[in-house]
Structures are given as C-alpha cells and as structure tokens.
C-alpha cells in the first residue's frame, strides 16, 4: 500500500512563494507517477502538474505554467511542489497522488490527505 503525506501548507500573501512536499512510501511507488491536484470549495479536482520518479519529466496545467515548478528527491522519496507568484485562485486544498501518466483524478490510486493554501491579498 502506497503512502503519501503531504505538508508545507498555510497562508501566503499575493505574489509570495511557497512549498509543498509529499512524501511517498510504500511497495513500487517509484513506478508510478505523482501528480498534484487541488480542489477549491464548490468545484471540481483540478490537476496542477504530475511528475515521473525515473525521468523526473514534469507537466504543468497552463494555469501553473511558469509560476509552479514540481521537483522529485529520490533519495529522500519525496516530490515537492513550489508555488510562486501566487494568486488569490490558487487558495485550494492541494493533494498529492500516484497512478498513472495523466491528468484526470480518477487515473491516480492513492491519495494523500491534503494540505491547504489560502492566498491572501
């Protein structure tokens, strides 16, 4: 059973930095892949960018593109996700999860508990 614990959550000024780590565990969890998803009160799982443990390719939703980076620690099996320039759009709860390589919720088997982010203006 794949673990994932994510943390680094909390509340941040418009146009400020911040970052989230998930940190995996578990049988073959470097085979899969990690995507980070949010959800925001009253709308529907959001992907925000995925990432490969080998290859360490990242993909990002275009509403992250150039101000979200996801990285991968190998060694430390933990996978962060730095947020910068951050808008009041970006307040959700963010989760971490392993399946497979695609942007749809329903393509990821395990799940973290989530950890807010609440930009304030």
Known sequence: QVQLVESGGG???????????????GPYVSSYYIGWF???????REFVARI???LGTAYYADSVKDRFTVSRD??????YLQMNSVKSEDTAIYYCAAG???NK???????GQGAQVTVSS
């Open 52 to 54: 490969s443990w080998s």
């Open 11 to 25: 509340l941040v000024q418009t146009g400020g930095s911040l970052r989230l780590s998930c940190a995996a565990s």
């Open 105 to 111: 919720p329903e393509a990821y088997t395990f799940w």
């Open 74 to 79: 190998n060694a430390k099996s933990t996978v």
């Open 38 to 44: 949010r959800q925001s009160p009253g709308k529907e």
């Open 100 to 102: 497979a390589f695609s």
